[in-house]
């Protein structure tokens, strides 16, 4: 099956000082599947929000290819591929009504008249679950939940095909978050829509998604399916994140991994750069680079020992 998405070899430097530069994405592959929700998890500062940039086009790869329906992605693509940001409030333009930041992409794509335009915006204001009064309403006067559903409406007025959701309910109470996330599966459905679902939040991940792949420092370090990653980690990454998410049973024993460092170190020239954290280091790791190798079907991992064991 071809993938509507195909992410190879991609690779974003930042500087970091004088000559100093640092990988914020380090040759990562990605096949996303039409239909499918895909998962994009790590810490702070792991890459997935400059990757889902670069996935929209509002960032450039040092390296690498981008590829929609086997087409390499060139601007006129970029309508096909959307973005709702983490912070709406800040991705909404103050000085325009909700009417005007739904029509304004319309505009732009040269779609329709004004009436045409205002006829499809009603629509999908609709379908998001707003009121046609949110029309001539301003940023500041809606709900945090409200934003969110006015910025992903913005995305679906031009039809697209794939949206990249970057923490999109991080900002939200759990019952907005509930509800948000309610609508995305509606959408999904009933418009034939594929997500790339970046989120810190691991029990939404499992939720809401088919796939995951495991990001730290820029690189892909497991992927396959979210039962699977989430079930049986192979990766000592990936077991520390689940570790340390929040458990609801009081007499759920305490975490066997424990990081060795809170703060993200920088990326280490040779060798695995998690391995100055990993409690099952050896020598090896500080001088070779763990490649993505197969696990069990669909299941990947980039670790010296997981290729010999699990890690249970």
Do not use: W
Request: charged share 20%; glycine share 8%; hydrophobic share 45%.
């Amino acid at each position: 099956m071809e993938a509507i998405l195909a992410l190879k070899a991609i690779e974003a430097v930042y500087s970091s000082g004088t000559h100093r530069f640092v990988k914020a994405v380090d040759g990562v592959s990605i096949a996303i599947f039409a239909g499918e929700t895909f998962g994009l998890v790590g810490e702070s500062g792991s890459g997935k929000t400059t990757l889902g940039k670069i996935v929209v086009g509002l960032e450039r790869p040092c390296r690498g290819s981008l590829y929609y329906k086997g087409r390499r992605v060139d601007p006129a693509f970029r309508r096909e591929i959307q973005m709702v940001f983490q912070d709406s409030a800040a991705a909404l333009n103050p000085r325009l009504s909700v009417a005007d930041l739904l029509e304004e992409g319309l505009v732009i794509q040269k779609i329709g008249d004004r009436a045409e335009r205002m006829q499809r915006v009603a629509k999908i204001l609709a379908d998001v679950g707003l009121d046609k009064k949110m029309l001539k309403r301003f940023p500041h006067q809606l709900s945090g939940g409200q934003r969110q559903r006015v910025a992903l409406a913005r995305t679906l007025v031009v039809l697209p095909s794939v949206i990249v959701l970057d923490e999109p309910v991080s900002a939200l109470d759990v019952t907005a978050s509930t509800r948000l996330l309610l609508l995305l599966a509606r959408l999904k459905e009933a418009y034939g829509l594929t997500y790339l679902f970046i989120s810190h939040n691991l029990a939404v991940v499992l939720q809401i998604c088919e796939r995951v792949a495991v990001m730290y420092l820029g690189k892909i370090v497991e992927t396959g399916k979210v039962e699977t990653v989430f079930k049986l980690p192979a990766h000592p990454y990936t077991r520390m994140l689940l570790d340390a998410h929040p458990q609801p049973d009081p007499m759920k024993k305490m975490p066997f991994y424990q990081l060795a460092e809170s703060k993200i170190l920088p990326s280490t020239a040779y060798g695995c750069g998690f391995h100055p954290r990993c409690p099952k280091a050896a020598l090896r790791c500080q001088s070779v680079a763990p490649a993505l190798v197969q696990k069990s079907e669909g299941h990947f991992v980039a670790c010296h020992s997981a290729v010999k064991y699990s890690i249970t």
